[in-house]
């Protein structure tokens, strides 16, 4: 079963940072694909970032491009999402993903998306 585990939301001033974290348990990310995605309040789900299992190709949303940044460090088995300038429509639950053999660009669109990690919130706020 693929667990995932999502840490490092909080709240946080416009214009602050947050550093996200995604690592699994009981087995290797080595191999999936992986993605952020994030649900706000009475809106649907969407994609903000994706990264290959190499971390060789990378997707963002255009919302977010240019302050976020989607890593990997396979040896830590860690998937990572460092968020600055953020601003009050992040504000969301942020959710990872895993999914193999899909290109980033699908993953982030939601395609055959099968394992969900439970979330964890971001709220930006003065």
């Known amino acids: 079963q693929v667990q995932l585990v999502e840490s490092g939301g909080g709240l946080v001033q416009p214009g602050g940072s947050l550093r996200l974290s995604c690592t699994a348990s009981?087995?290797?990310?080595?191999?999936?694909?992986i993605g952020w995605f994030r649900q706000a309040p009475g809106k649907e789900r969407e994609g903000v970032s994706c990264i290959s299992s190499s971390g060789g190709s990378t997707y963002y949303a255009d919302s977010v491009k240019g302050r976020f940044t989607i890593s990997r460090d396979n040896a830590k088995n860690t998937v990572y999402l460092e968020m600055n300038s953020l601003k009050p429509e992040d504000t969301a639950v942020y959710y990872c993903a895993a999914e193999p053999f899909i290109t980033v660009q699908a993953m982030c669109a939601m395609t055959s998306v099968r394992y969900w990690g439970q979330g964890t919130q971001v709220t930006v706020s003065s």
């Open positions: 009981r087995f290797t990310l080595d191999y999936y694909v």
